[in-house]
């Protein structure tokens, strides 16, 4: 994917671990959610975003793709305690009732 090209120059430009969690989504489709997963977790264990919901969301996601439910509903728990607005709880809920 040429988007993961693109979010390899704005990280050279501005360093920020929001655009590396985007770069990660961006990898989970070219590389797989395991390579991802893995890039989030590096942003997690440095004490980046560990209040940013998106972070545990998108980590939530990638192991629903790897069929490690009992880890996404950790993830999806954790996503849902540091978010208020409504549509997104409703968006967390919903992918956590659908887990198997």
Known sequence: LQIVGLYDVLLAAVP???IELNRAAAISK???PLA???LVDGILQRGELLDYYLAHSARAEFY???GRAEE???AYRR???LT???PERRFLE???RALK
């Open 16 to 18: 920020s671990p929001v």
């Open 30 to 32: 070219r590389d797989g």
């Open 36 to 38: 991802a997963l893995a």
């Open 64 to 66: 629903r793709q790897l």
């Open 72 to 74: 996404a509903r950790g």
């Open 79 to 81: 996503a849902l305690e």
């Open 84 to 86: 208020q607005q409504l």
């Open 94 to 96: 919903g992918r956590l």
